[in-house]
């Protein structure tokens, strides 16, 4: 098993209301790991880059 220091990735999908960072506390996420939020859906090919 490989160790990596690397941070996680955390990928939000679907926030249409743009509400989730308005209303949670990320703090403690934000400082783990690297958050991207999408707020329109995705589809196809686009879900494979993210």
Not at 36 to 43: F, K
């Amino acid at each position: 098993m490989t160790t990596s220091s690397a941070r996680p990735r955390v990928v939000v999908l679907g926030d249409a209301e743009q509400a989730l960072r308005r209303l949670g506390q990320w703090q403690a996420i934000d400082a783990m790991a690297d958050v991207v939020v999408h707020y329109q859906p995705l589809r196809g090919v686009a879900l494979i880059c993210v």
